[in-house]
């Protein structure tokens, strides 16, 4: 059973520090059902593999459990080569620092999303090769899947269950060793120990922060926890609300807080104001708010007619909640019904439900998002959706010092994570247009104050419609 990980991010060797594994070694670690060793078959400058290779006791797998005895089926069967729970098991324990995204000699590496690739030579892919691009693609990756040929000599119904799997994106390291740990096991359909509630501890802890979001959580969910009905429940349940539970009245303060700050400027009326302009003046008939908070751009291009087909995309269900409560969507006559869909979902996982869009909105969105995260919102909405027209809002840095009321150094809003001046905004979207391909122009919101600008800016992406 093989897992190999790979990188062309230089020095690529920066992985033997990840890993906490030095790349001239073997590193070899004992299992209670057999052994995992570490290896590096390249290690060099520009690209570095480590291999998992996991030796399983069929012997032991049986040892003391009291089965009956005389059944080939408990020696001889697909376990010691096919990737499953065996394999999370021995990544949690050979990797538990790089699963952590702590690294005492490149924590900036760590931190960083790098070029990483991952192969699994052969698992078994219930439900086929569909399957497996469903639950990995809109995280991200480019998925190679090849199904495997039966051996002839031992015919079967129906096709080989048994794929070999390959992945390739820009993201942490961290974040490829949960996706692995939680998607591998489930993918197989299978565990080989009992799966109780220490189980949905597990599948909180590796796959919280980005399960939530997935189009296909509830049977990843199912197939993880073996479809044992309480248990999958009992896990929608608290990874649904395990990022909304207290939250909701500090948000309102946190919202209260920028408001107070923006309010003597009209900044959001102007801010609204100028991309709905934007809007009208692309020709936009279908557009997608990513962030969509609770509605008010969708509010007020409900009420225009232009716009015949409506997205929004948050991933906060309240927020969605309150976006439905403030457009009246039970209210609404069934015509202007159906020109509007609210959805749960995450702005750094590919979502086909973006696809098809002429423009696509993220107002006041990319400063709530921590800056490793970034590749991944360019590549699943540049990269993947490719709407004909982007437009993306964010403040201005510059400007918070005409704030009366705001500390000097202090953010508009405690959850920004970053907030640019027009240099680094203008910076990173014209990468981001050389690298999909779009042409950027800007556009102030607010007074363009002569010495820091305007408190909004404002950039709309516009590409060739071949």
């Known amino acids: 059973m093989l897992l190999s990980i790979s990188t062309s991010h230089q020095p ?71 990737a499953s729970s ?88 961290r974040e490829l060793l949960t996706h692995l740990y939680v998607l591998l096991p489930a993918l197989d359909g299978d565990k080989h120990y009992f799966v109780g509630q220490d189980e949905i501890e597990k599948l909180l802890e590796k796959g919280g922060a980005w399960l939530s979001a997935h189009p296909e959580r509830e049977t990843i969910v199912g197939r993880y926890l073996r479809r044992h009905r309480p248990l999958v429940k ?45 809007l009208r003046e692309l020709g936009a008939r279908r557009v997608v708010d990513l962030g969509c908070g609770e509605g008010r751009l969708l509010g007020l291009l409900l009420k225009d007619r232009q716009f015949e087909r409506l997205l929004g995309i948050d991933v906060s269900l309240r927020s969605l909640e309150y976006a439905a409560e403030r457009l009246h969507l039970d209210r609404l006559p069934p015509m202007q019904r159906e020109r509007i869909t609210l959805a749960h979902g995450a702005l750094t996982y590919r979502d086909r439900r973006i696809e098809g869009f002429d423009v696509a909105c993220a107002i006041e969105v990319i400063e709530h998002m921590d800056a490793p995260r970034l590749p991944a919102f360019e590549r699943a909405l ?61 556009a102030p919101i607010g007074d363009d104050d002569p010495e820091v600008g305007p408190p909004t800016q404002m950039a709309i992406f516009t590409r060739d419609a071949a």
């Open 12 to 82: 690529a060797t920066d992985l033997g520090f990840l890993l906490v594994k030095h790349p001239d070694h073997v590193h070899e670690v004992g299992l209670p059902f057999g052994s995992a060793r570490v290896f590096y078959p390249e290690a060099s400058e520009a690209r570095c593999t480590a291999v998992l290779m996991l030796s399983i006791d069929p012997v032991g797998l049986v040892r003391g459990r009291g089965e009956a005895e005389g059944s080939l089926a408990q020696y001889v069967n697909d376990r010691p080569y096919v």
């Open 86 to 173: 065996f394999l999370s098991v021995a990544m949690k324990r050979v990797f538990s620092t790089a699963m952590a995204g702590t690294s005492k000699g490149r924590q900036d590496v760590a931190d960083m999303a790098i070029p990483l690739e991952a192969e699994i030579p052969v698992i078994r892919c219930r439900g086929g090769e569909a399957i497996a691009r469903e639950w990995f693609e809109p995280l991200g990756y480019a998925v190679e899947v090849e199904r495997l040929p039966m051996d002839p000599r031992f015919p079967q119904d129906g096709d080989s269950p048994y794929v070999r799997l390959r992945l390739s994106g820009v993201l942490r390291l």
């Open 234 to 278: 009992a896990a929608l349940a608290r990874l649904l609300d395990a990022d909304e539970e207290g939250v909701e009245e500090q948000e309102v303060r946190r919202e209260a807080a920028e408001e107070a700050i923006e309010r003597p400027l009209s900044l959001n009326e102007k801010r609204m104001d100028a991309v709905v302009a934007a």
């Open 382 to 442: 540049f990269g993947f959706a490719r709407p004909p027209a982007v437009v993306i809002t964010t403040p201005n840095s510059e400007h918070n010092v005409r704030f009366a009321n705001l500390p000097a150094g202090k953010f508009r809003h405690p959850d920004h994570r970053f907030e640019w001046s027009r240099a680094e905004f203008h910076a990173w979207c014209e990468a981001v247009a050389q690298r999909n391909g779009y042409a950027v122009r800007y």
